[in-house]
């Protein structure tokens, strides 16, 4: 099974200046940058509802965003509070764990799906 299609949730996130860690209970390893995963916020104000969209201006997010405290959101999502005050995204660990940005995930991600 591809590492990024695999059912699982992340045992620890860690915050930093500049990036996102998450350690899935599988024992992958995903390191995010901060600012890229601000600028994929999946919620209504950052992505068209209907037409899926984007409507976040990129220049609107500083250059140096990062994340202040984050919240997990049942067992299928994380909220995260970023230091533009912006915080009404929800990530779920799907989108999250497909968007690894791992060389592994990155290269499974490209590959042809079997028939």
């Known amino acids: ?5 695999a059912p699982t949730s992340p045992s620890s996130i860690q915050l930093s200046a500049s990036s996102v860690t998450i350690q ?7 390191v995010y940058s901060a600012r890229q995963l601000r600028l994929r916020c999946p919620c209504a104000q950052c992505i068209d509802e ?11 997010v500083p250059a140096d965003v990062y994340p202040v405290d ?10 995260f509070l970023w230091s533009d005050a912006h915080y009404t995204g ?26």
């Open 70 to 79: 984050q919240m997990p959101i049942g067992s299928y999502a994380v909220q």
């Open 1 to 5: 099974m591809p590492v990024n299609s």
């Open 90 to 115: 929800l990530y779920t660990h799907k989108f999250l764990r497909g968007s690894c940005p791992c060389e592994l995930c990155v290269v499974q991600s490209d590959a042809p799906s079997s028939p």
């Open 24 to 30: 899935w209970n599988d024992g992958h390893r995903s």
């Open 50 to 60: 209907w037409t899926g969209r984007l409507r976040l201006d990129p220049a609107s």
